[in-house]
């Protein structure tokens, strides 16, 4: 019985360390589009593709007018150790009803937090660049009072969607190109994680490795106890 835990235990060890690099291969595979989306030009869109991973980190370019009125701003976020907001709005794609969500940059909070943050939203028709991202991601929001006007503590679609009348994509601009707004465009490179799936299979193989010793130490133990019981 103790034999068949330790190699249990061994092989359970060994195909989630397998699951940790499987998944830090896919990490690392995003990294590589991220890069190449750098290198490219931008695409120029006129609609707006199906949610699909080939389309992300794309660079693309949209003609629009931002609509005023939803402007949203996301707190907390911060830009070389500053507070701040990311300013999002939604952007009326020329030619058709649609829209999708601009993440128009980081600008510098209060530090009074009484005093709201404002931008003004641009008016006219805009070439817009930028990189494309889902809308929404995973996040954890502690308490209830989590909008309060148009400060936000995250992005949550669903709720966008309640607010704006529109259409609305389920990708979100990373705007790149430059406008007379004052707000940060310097988006970083996103950290996927692989770094840590790469600890964990080592934790794992670690383990998988001392369940083998030690079931290979039990089995020459008993051979020894009962080659000395036979004599």
């Known amino acids: 019985m103790p034999v068949v835990a330790g190699l249990g235990v061994c092989l359970l060890a060994v195909s989630l360390a397998q699951w940790q690099l499987g998944r830090a291969e896919q990490k690392r595979a995003l990294q590589a589009r991220w890069d190449e989306g750098e290198r490219r030009q931008a695409h120029a869109l006129s609609i707006l593709p199906a949610l699909s991973d080939a ?10 007018q931002f609509a005023d009125g939803y402007q949203v701003y996301l707190d907390n976020r911060l830009h070389r150790g500053h507070a701040g907001f990311h300013v999002v ?10 829209a999708v969500l601009v993440n128009r940059g980081w600008l ?5 937090r009484r005093n709201a943050p404002f931008v003004a939203v641009p008016a006219g028709r805009l070439a817009i660049e930028g990189i494309l991202v889902r809308a929404q991601t995973r996040y954890l929001e502690l308490g209830e009072q989590t909008v309060q006007g148009a400060v936000w503590q995250n992005l949550d679609l669903r709720r966008y969607r309640e607010l704006y009348p529109r259409p609305l994509s389920d990708w979100l601009v990373l705007q790149t190109n430059a406008l007379p707004d004052g707000l940060v465009r310097a988006w970083p490179k996103p950290d996927t ?5 790469i600890s964990y299979a080592g934790q794992w193989f670690a383990l998988a490795a001392t369940a083998l010793a030690m079931t290979l130490i039990y089995l020459w133990r008993l051979y020894r106890g009962r080659k000395q019981v036979a004599a």
């Not at 389309?55 to 370019?61: A, D, G, I, Q, S």
């Open 108 to 112: 510098q909070g209060d530090p009074d």
């Open 89 to 98: 709005a939604p952007l009326k794609i020329a030619g058709g009803e649609a």
């Open 193 to 197: 994680g692989v770094d840590k799936h």
């Open 55 to 64: 389309w992300l980190y794309r660079r693309v370019r949209l003609s629009g």
